[in-house]
């Protein structure tokens, strides 16, 4: 289940940040997005 979460959390925040910022600010935000997206799924105790 978590491992869904992550993906899926993951994917909709990558299609928000290419959508919604220039393209080299998208690919920056990749890698926080990335450790937004594990700290959801694995450490926050949500799921």
Excluded: H, N
């Amino acid at each position: 289940m978590q491992k869904k979460i992550f993906w899926t959390s993951f994917t909709l925040f990558g299609l928000l940040a290419d959508f919604l910022l220039p393209f080299w600010w998208a690919v920056g935000a990749t890698l926080p997005l990335l450790f937004l997206s594990w700290w959801i799924a694995y450490r926050s105790d949500w799921f």
